[in-house]
């Protein structure tokens, strides 16, 4: 029987990292799912003297990414931001996350400017708010500003059309029917 016990370890560090195995490492789940976006109001990259906060979500489905000029994933996704952008299906807002203001006005204006305006979150505090624990980081906030789905990573073309745009059209639905 003692010779068992190495044995019956092995077989549950396999179906440890079996089960490992299956999961998805880019879904993270968030406590904040189901739950109200954390209140907040900062002034805009582009226009310090105008702010962007929690109130500018409400009543319209919104996706919030958070990002950096220093990000290199954010360069990654970037593009696909600015083309879902012009697609006009879901306002875009940005939340500049510990960046310098010139370098992300530099970045905005030299790979295009997704966002319909972008929060400067210099410290990162509004981002802690969000458990954001790096970026970029995407949220899908429905219209009472309840926060929907959280992608952890670079937003990819599979990601956007099989998960976030399907998430966003019925969100946009909700209510209209009624």
Request: hydrophobic content about 40%; glycine content about 8%.
């Amino acid at each position: 029987m003692r010779f068992l016990i190495p044995l019956f370890v092995f077989l549950g560090l396999v179906v440890f990292l079996g089960i490992g195995l299956t999961l998805d490492p880019r879904e993270v789940p968030s406590p904040f799912i189901g739950k109200p976006a954390p209140t907040f109001s900062l002034p805009q990259v582009g226009d310090p003297a105008r702010t962007l906060g929690t109130q500018d979500f409400k009543g319209q489905v919104s996706l919030l990414n958070v990002w950096a000029s220093w990000c290199v994933s954010c360069r990654q996704e970037h593009p696909l931001l600015v083309s879902l952008s012009k697609r006009n299906i879901v306002p875009v807002y940005g939340l500049d996350y510990k960046d310098e203001r010139d370098a992300a006005l530099g970045w905005l204006s030299k790979l295009g400017n997704p966002y319909v305006a972008s929060a400067f979150d210099e410290d990162g505090r509004v981002a802690i708010d969000f458990g954001v624990y790096g970026v970029p980081e995407t949220f899908v906030i429905d219209k009472q500003g309840i926060i929907r789905y959280k992608l952890t990573g670079p937003l990819t073309e599979e990601v956007l059309e099989k998960t976030l745009l399907p998430l966003i059209r019925n969100l946009q639905q909700e209510g209209a029917a009624s």
